[in-house]
T-cell receptor, first 115, second 111 residues
């Protein structure tokens, strides 16, 4: 597609439920990144994919968080047993080649609210 | 790991009042800098890449400059539509690694 697409745009869930967030990157972009932005805070790196592999998962805050990418395209971020502190905007970005010379293109994010 | 600091945290300007934002960082060798703009409820939007000290890039009322240890984003005669959070980040330390963003500067331009 023309840009990075994320769905849903908003998600309200009850504490303890599992949620799945989807990211559809720009076609042909091999690198894909997930970030989290809590209210009034900066961007917090979660995980990076190159193709279907995740060479850097260092930002995932706990084992309740997992992500996968299939076909070198769509990625899903899953949060199990959600907690209130998981409430944030989850942003996905993609980049061509992942060689560090290009900026990212971000999606509009998924706003997750855990009640 | 790269340390990125942006100042000020917030900036309130009158329309037409020019100002500058700062991004400073410690990096393992200068590799350039990315600037982004983020509007409320949206993801960051890429503005500029600066590759080497002395380089300048311009877009409308914005001009970004780069030295060996810091970058400035100058906003000349701003308009209310320039209100946004401006973010900077050095390129990744290795191919494909994460961007480490500064905390951003929230700019509000009043008419």
């Amino acid at each position: 597609g023309a840009g990075v697409s994320q769905s849903p745009s908003n998600k309200v869930t009850e504490k303890g439920k599992d949620v799945e967030l989807r990211c559809d990157p720009i076609s042909g972009h091999t690198a894909l990144y997930w970030y989290r932005q809590s209210l009034g805070q900066g961007l917090e790196f979660l995980i990076y994919f190159q193709g279907n592999s995740a060479p850097d998962k260092s930002g995932l805050p706990s084992d309740r968080f997992s992500a996968e990418r299939t076909g070198g395209s769509v990625s899903t971020l899953t949060i199990q047993r959600t907690q209130q502190e998981d409430s944030a905007v989850y942003l996905c970005a993609s980049s061509p080649k992942g060689d560090g010379n290009y900026g990212y293109t971000f999606g509009s994010g998924t706003r997750l609210t855990v009640v | 790991e790269d340390q990125v600091t942006q100042s000020p945290e917030a900036l309130r300007l009158q329309e037409g009042e020019s100002s500058s934002l700062n991004c400073s960082y410690t990096v393992s060798g200068l590799r350039g800098l990315f600037w982004y703009r983020q509007d409320p409820g949206k993801g960051p939007e890429f503005l500029f890449t600066l590759y080497s000290a002395g380089e300048e890039k311009e877009k409308e009322r914005l001009k970004a400059t780069l030295t060996k240890k810091e970058s400035f984003l100058h906003i000349t005669a701003p308009k209310p539509e320039d209100s946004a959070t401006y973010l900077c980040a050095p390129p990744p330390e290795a191919a494909g690694n994460k961007l480490t963003f500064g905390g951003g500067t929230r700019v509000l331009v009043k008419p």
